[in-house]
């Protein structure tokens, strides 16, 4: 017991009261979180959306300028087309296409030539085997091999802007 009285009398000071040891670096400590707490969240609300495009991958922003929006010319929306894949005997797919032209002239013109868009797709379909349609690696190349077929239709291959697969299936 005596080591006990003699412990409170080391803690307390000469007026009875008890010492508050470490008290200002808490304190201190707890300031410095409040500052740095704070000053990350000013951070993020500044900066922020910059931020997050930047460490994950960017971060889809509304268009601004309308050049951006203008860059898409009219879609030409095709009929699916139903074929038999080459090399294989009873298998059937079903492709869906958009045609995107320059503009609403050229539109016009390529509603025209609808039959012989078509032919020039199922020619250049009907060559390819299971694989290359169903693998989504090929499908950029059969994207390009199919754009190429059709810009011989037009006057201008500047006329046609891009061919886009919206709807595949393979049976």
């Given at each position: 017991?005596?080591?006990?009285?003699q412990?409170?009398?080391?803690?307390?000071?000469?007026?009875?009261?008890?010492?508050?040891?470490g008290?200002?670096?808490?304190?201190?400590?707890?300031?410095?979180?409040?500052?740095?707490?704070?000053?990350?969240?000013?951070?993020?609300?500044?900066?922020?959306?910059?931020?997050?495009?930047?460490?994950?991958?960017?971060?889809?922003?509304?268009?601004?300028?309308?050049?951006?929006?203008?860059?898409?010319?009219?879609?030409?929306?095709?009929?699916?087309?139903?074929?038999?894949?080459?090399?294989?005997?009873?298998k059937?797919?079903?492709?869906?296409?958009?045609?995107?032209?320059?503009?609403?002239?050229?539109?016009?013109?390529?509603?025209?030539?609808?039959?012989?868009?078509?032919?020039?797709?199922?020619?250049?379909?009907?060559?390819?085997?299971?694989?290359?349609?169903?693998?989504?690696?090929?499908?950029?190349?059969?994207?390009?091999?199919?754009?190429?077929?059709?810009?011989?239709?037009?006057?201008?291959?500047?006329?046609?802007?891009?061919?886009?697969?919206?709807?595949?299936?393979?049976?």
């Amino acid at each position: 017991m005596a080591d006990d009285e003699q412990m409170v009398m080391e803690t307390e000071d000469s007026e009875g009261t008890p010492q508050k040891k470490g008290g200002k670096l808490k304190l201190i400590m707890i300031i410095v979180l409040i500052v740095l707490v704070g000053g990350g969240a000013g951070v993020y609300f500044v900066f922020g959306n910059q931020l997050k495009a930047r460490f994950f991958g960017g971060i889809e922003q509304p268009v601004k300028d309308e050049k951006k929006r203008e860059s898409i010319g009219p879609i030409l929306s095709l009929e699916p087309f139903i074929f038999n894949i080459g090399g294989a005997s009873g298998k059937f797919a079903k492709i869906t296409l958009g045609v995107e032209v320059k503009d609403a002239k050229v539109m016009e013109e390529a509603k025209k030539m609808v039959p012989a868009i078509r032919d020039r797709t199922l020619s250049v379909l009907g060559s390819k085997g299971p694989e290359v349609l169903m693998d989504i690696n090929n499908r950029n190349h059969l994207k390009k091999e199919l754009l190429n077929a059709m810009k011989t239709l037009f006057k201008d291959d500047a006329e046609l802007k891009s061919l886009y697969i919206t709807d595949i299936i393979v049976q």
